[in-house]
């Protein structure tokens, strides 16, 4: 016999594929559920915080708990391999970070979200190396008013902005949209010019192929946090996904 918390979540991810509750929609409240059927708040919670931590789920303090908006109708697991799997004997790895100015662009803005496009933008470049070659560009874009003086004191020494943020521990529950494509970037490009910077087989090339990485990371209520561009060399990266059903 199924446990009564795993009863609970199928019937709520019935109702979901039924349509009886739709992306972005409220659910039952605990107290209902309890009601419903019959069971303590204990076993509410463990279905509610499964369904939460398997992307079915969004709860949102003080209002309740919702389809979340951007659900998918199986889960997957999405991987990334980086150069700590993909590269054996690593000498040495390093990141640099440059921390921009608040400053305007419109179009960085509307994607966090900006009403007016005016709106002040800090722009984080991470440029990684491994063994002295670079082999990811990254650049992250958030609005200046969520990072204080301290903060980015601490992000230009190292510090990991998800942790800043304090998303580290709750980033698989924030919905997040992401695409990946390739481009070619020529000698007029910047971030060419970074990436052949020290890699004299690079150097020698007029065009370079990369992996283009876009990513919005949005908080508990569905508000943009994070933009994010990266510039991927394809040798020290690769994605793994699969369902889990």
Not at 109 to 119: D, F, I, Q, V
Not at 163 to 181: A, C, G, S, Y
Not at 226 to 244: G, L, R
Request: proline share 2%; hydrophobic share 35%; charged share 30%.
């Amino acid at each position: 016999m199924l446990p009564k918390y795993e009863i609970i979540k199928r019937e709520i991810i019935k109702k979901i594929d039924e349509g009886i509750f739709k992306a972005g929609e409220k659910i039952y409240s605990e107290s209902e559920l309890k009601e419903k059927y019959s069971v303590s708040n204990t076993t509410v919670v463990k279905a509610l915080n499964d369904l939460v931590n398997e992307g079915i789920l969004i709860r949102r303090q003080g209002k309740g708990t919702y389809v979340r908006r951007h659900l998918l109708h199986k889960k997957v697991l999405f991987s990334e391999l980086t150069p700590k799997d993909k590269v054996s004997q690593i000498v040495a790895e390093k990141t640099v970070t440059k921390i921009s100015s608040p400053y305007t662009d419109k179009e960085i803005s509307m994607k966090l979200g900006g009403r007016t496009g005016k709106e002040k933008v800090i722009h984080i470049r991470q440029i990684a190396y491994v063994n002295e070659i670079i082999w990811k560009v990254q650049d992250r874009y958030i609005f200046s008013n969520k990072l204080s003086a301290d903060v980015i004191k601490r992000l230009n020494k190292g510090a990991s902005l998800s942790k800043e943020l304090n998303i580290t521990e709750h980033t698989v529950n924030f919905p997040i949209k992401m695409k990946i494509r390739y481009v070619t970037l020529d000698r007029s490009s910047d971030i060419f010019k970074i990436m052949v910077e020290g890699n004299d087989e690079l150097e020698k090339r007029e065009d370079i192929s990369l992996i283009c990485l876009e990513k919005i990371t949005y908080n508990s209520d569905e508000e943009p946090i994070v933009y994010m561009q990266s510039y991927i060399h394809p040798n020290y990266y690769e994605i793994e996904i699969a369902s889990e059903y």
